[in-house]
């Protein structure tokens, strides 16, 4: 034992412990039990009972062990109670010693569990569930999160997230989603699948890194907890690698890109010193090299690590960021990719090239009421010297922003080209 | 788990093309499974009949003719393991590539 504490330490001990073991207990207990709601009572009992005990007894060494057994054994006895016609009893009647035995065996976790974990994300992140579905399970039932904390950051009420849950259990069960890694042939699809669910968490966090709801932040965290994991447990997929590095690398510059006074700073004049340099070694290292066809994360991570590698925006390769969106546009073709494209286009081959292809979109109507648009084409108009045109398409852009910081930034923006 | 197919038509699909339809090749495939296999097309919209009694009176309407643009063409009832076994299974019938296909769990009284 490590000692008391104060009630503090161990609330956070246990939140911690929560946010580390959570994937494990759950994963396991599901297999077990086929049962959702029964893994993650179990987990919440034992975090119950950890505040309640550690505060007389201190945090034990390994809390993550002593979580993990006191849910296994509230499994144990809730089964143990559950009446006969329940199918996890009858999963349990069929296979009792092998199923204790592994209830009781804490210590083969590691080999048997690692395969539970990935099945708990893929049956989470299953297609036939909404994305505001899987995002809330993914986040309760691997992340660990409290319902209250997911209602917070996606700003609705506790019991509406709750409803969302239980619906999400119980649709899980009623369609007969099975409790399983894909098969191989679909393994790409499905896992494409989980990768979306996880860029949404790191992206909803990272807008809110921009301050407009800090209750959103610890999403970031989440998201590259929970990519990390999906990593350690897929280390050959190239695009689960992909998408940590790309939220490594644009993490590394969540700091930089707000001003102490709160206003945005664009890429090009953040001051790099600020850059997290361990995310962004980090980032590197896992992308070591590029294979001959790369999938959408892996192109946008290589993109980051070009702005990452660069000294500064001068130096920055752009003609090699033009053939990583050609490629982009290609695997996962959008109007804001084909836009980043015109703006590195514009970069390495002048202002007018890049804002031909601007007009060009303009011209099909693609982004039309997006702030993007007018924002980019009143750059590189400002580029160009055009001022008067600039002010004007600053102006568009600043009545569609979304955001406040926004809308300061194309203020300030305004007031220069209009002096 | 019995599911039930509701073979759909789909207004953005690509249009049928009698060369590719290999339903022969599904409905033998499916027959070889284990398990309950029920299924059919069915007549189109225009021929269906509507029942409804109310206060004890019968009411018999031709119809109903509303103006959708998706409708059921054909059913299938099967068994299956689990969701993703009948979702491979939809996938493999041609009208998921001319039209589409609504799975539907059974709810068995208990």
Known sequence: MTGHGTPDRIAEAAARTAAEESARVVSTLIRMTGDFALAEDCLQDALTKALRDWPKTGVPNNPGAWITTVAKNRAIDLLRRASAESRAVQRLAREPAETQRELDNGDERDAVVADDRLTLIFTCCHPALTMDARVALTLRTVAGLTTAEIAHAFLVAEPTMEKRLVRTRARIRNTGIPYRVPSPDRMRERRDGVLAVLYLLFTAGYGAATGQSVLRRPLLDDAIRLTRLLVELMPDDPEARGLLALMLLQHARSTARVDSAGELVTLEQQDRGQWDAAATSEGLALLSRRPPRAGRYELQAHIAACHATATDAEHTDFARIVLLYDELCVVAPSPVVELNRAVAVAMSQGAAVGLALVDGLAARGALSGHHLLPATRADLLRRLGRLREAAREYESARQLAPTEAERRYLDRRLAEVAE | ?110
């Open chain 2, 1 to 110: 788990m019995e599911y039930m197919f509701f073979v759909c038509t789909d207004a953005t699909a690509p249009a049928y093309d009698p060369a590719d339809d290999d339903i022969e090749v599904w409905v033998a495939e499916v027959e070889n499974r284990s398990g309950v296999h029920y299924g059919n097309r069915l007549r189109p919209p225009s021929d269906a009949t509507t029942v409804k009694v109310r206060d004890g009176e019968l009411g018999v309407t031709a119809g109903p003719f509303t103006e959708t643009a998706e409708w059921i063409a054909g059913y299938d009832v099967i068994d299956c393991a689990d969701l993703d076994e009948a979702i491979e299974i939809a996938s493999r019938h041609p009208m998921a590539r001319y039209g589409q296909i609504e799975i539907r769990p059974a709810w068995p009284f208990d």
